[in-house]
T-cell receptor, first 110, second 115 residues
Framework: RKEVEQDPGPFNVPEGATVAFNCTYSNSASQSFFWYRQDCRKEPKLLMSVYSSGNEDGRFTAQLNRASQYISLLIRDSKLSDSATYLCVVNVGGGFKTIFGAGTRLFVKA | DTGVSQNPRHKITKRGQNVTFRCDPISEHNRLYWYRQTLGQGPEFLTYFQNEAQLEKSRLLSDRFSAERPKGSFSTLEIQRTEQGDSAMYLC?????????????FGAGSRLTVL
């Protein structure tokens, strides 16, 4: 089983749609969780950290369910500029080994 | 430029040759990571350092791969006897001990093509 698993998509949505991405992780001792964004032919960049209580940053909402070892990202009112690959990221175990999921590709169309 | 710097940006080599990539992290970052990424996949963890200590190395990594960070600053990733399957983007990232969350900052990557 992979340490971090994501639905690869692609997700094709119209502008203004709400889209949700899911991710599961295998190591129950993992402590830190993130979503990164990667544009085509670019390096990954941090989108947001994921906190136990859930957190929001503008149109983006991240949720963590430790019991189910599940992370989610919700994007509301999708923009064309949201088209990218979204990577689920986990610091596995109690250390700083940082594992990326395979990524979920999002296409937002006009 | 105070970001993560990787060199060379592109490397084309023949199968069987050795290649070396260099990464210069953000100066105050004490953790340094190497990843490999192929088309349509997420970054695959290879190894990471805290200062000069290599703390973990992927079990998927063959003995042909070696990484060093001799003085706790820059790092090199060497691939010996390259194979066509080694063709990929090699990404370096760094992070700081003092940050509450271990946020990685990536370099632009070194693209390897093995002919």
């Amino acid at each position: 089983r992979k340490e971090v698993e994501q639905d690869p998509g692609p997700f094709n949505v119209p502008e203004g749609a709400t889209v949700a991405f899911n991710c599961t992780y295998s190591n129950s001792a993992s402590q830190s969780f993130f979503w990164y964004r990667q544009d085509c032919r670019k390096e990954p960049k941090l989108l947001m950290s994921v906190y136990s209580s859930g957190n929001e940053d503008g149109r983006f909402t991240a949720q963590l369910n430790r019991a189910s070892q599940y992370i989610s990202l919700l994007i509301r009112d999708s923009k064309l500029s949201d088209s990218a690959t979204y990577l689920c990221v986990v610091n596995v175990g109690g250390g700083f080994k940082t594992i990326f999921g395979a990524g979920t590709r999002l296409f937002v169309k006009a | 430029d105070t970001g993560v710097s990787q060199n060379p940006r592109h490397k084309i080599t023949k199968r069987g040759q050795n290649v070396t990539f260099r990464c210069d992290p953000i100066s105050e970052h004490n953790r340094l990571y190497w990843y490999r990424q192929t088309l349509g996949q997420g970054p695959e963890f290879l190894t990471y350092f805290q200062n000069e200590a290599q703390l973990e190395k992927s079990r998927l990594l063959s003995d042909r791969f070696s990484a060093e960070r001799p003085k706790g600053s820059f790092s090199t990733l060497e691939i010996q006897r390259t194979e066509q399957g080694d063709s990929a983007m090699y990404l370096c990232a760094s992070s700081a001990q003092t940050s509450g969350a271990n946020v990685l900052t990536f370099g632009a990557g070194s693209r390897l093509t093995v002919l």
